[in-house]
T-cell receptor, first 113, second 112 residues
Framework: GAGVSQTPSNKVTEKGKYVELRCDPISGHTALYWYRQSLGQGPEFLIYFQGTGAADDSGLPNDRFFAVRPEGSVSTLKIQRTERGDSAMYLC???????????FGSGTRLTVV | AQSVSQHNHHVILSEAASLELGCNYSYGGTVNLFWYVQYPGQHLQLLLKYFSGDPLVKGIKGFEAEFIKSKFSFNLRKPSVQWSDTAEYFCAVRGNTDKLIFGTGTRLQVFP
């Protein structure tokens, strides 16, 4: 596609539930990044994929968070046993390689009630 | 560890005023530097980036930034702001890892 697509744009879930957030990067972009942005803060790094493999997952806050990119294109961020503190905007970005800036999607606003 | 500081949290200007937003980073090695903008209701967009060469970088919409290595700074400037520049601005740095580290952002409000 022309840009990075994230679905859903909004997700409201109950505490304790499982959620999946999807990112469809720009075609041909090998690098894919997930960030989380809370109100009044800058984007906070979660995980980075180069192709199918997670090259750096040091930003995942705990083992409730997991992400996959099985075919090197679409990625899914998975959050188990959601907590109210997980409420934030989840951003996905892609890049042709690490030497370029990122192109961001519009994000998924997650609200845990 | 790499980090980015944006000291101006909220800036209010009148149209035609000059703008300078501060950005300082902490990393002693080679860096790539970026400024992103987020207009109300829109996604983050790249304004400009510095990788190497001329430390004065020109971006879109009349913005520019100057990399001063000795000061670990990459301040964003625009000679004359417009109401349409109202947005949140984020500085970001990439050092020896492949990820961008973002600052907390500066909210710019421009009044007609």
């Amino acid at each position: 596609g022309a840009g990075v697509s994230q679905t859903p744009s909004n997700k409201v879930t109950e505490k304790g539930k499982y959620v999946e957030l999807r990112c469809d990067p720009i075609s041909g972009h090998t690098a894919l990044y997930w960030y989380r942005q809370s109100l009044g803060q800058g984007p906070e790094f979660l995980i980075y994929f180069q192709g199918t493999g997670a090259a750096d997952d040091s930003g995942l806050p705990n083992d409730r968070f997991f992400a996959v990119r099985p075919e090197g294109s679409v990625s899914t961020l998975k959050i188990q046993r959601t907590e109210r503190g997980d409420s934030a905007m989840y951003l996905c970005a892609s890049s042709p390689d690490k030497y370029y800036g990122y192109t961001f999607g519009s994000g998924t606003r997650l609200t845990v009630v | 560890a790499q980090s980015v500081s944006q000291h101006n949290h909220h800036v209010i200007l009148s149209e035609a005023a000059s703008l300078e937003l501060g950005c300082n980073y902490s990393y002693g090695g080679t860096v790539n530097l970026f400024w992103y903008v987020q207009y109300p209701g829109q996604h983050l967009q790249l304004l400009l980036k510095y990788f190497s060469g001329d430390p004065l970088v020109k971006g879109i919409k009349g913005f520019e930034a100057e990399f001063i290595k000795s000061k670990f700074s990459f301040n964003l400037r625009k000679p004359s702001v417009q109401w349409s520049d109202t947005a949140e601005y984020f500085c970001a740095v990439r050092g020896n890892t492949d990820k961008l580290i973002f600052g907390t952002g500066t909210r710019l409000q421009v009044f007609p």
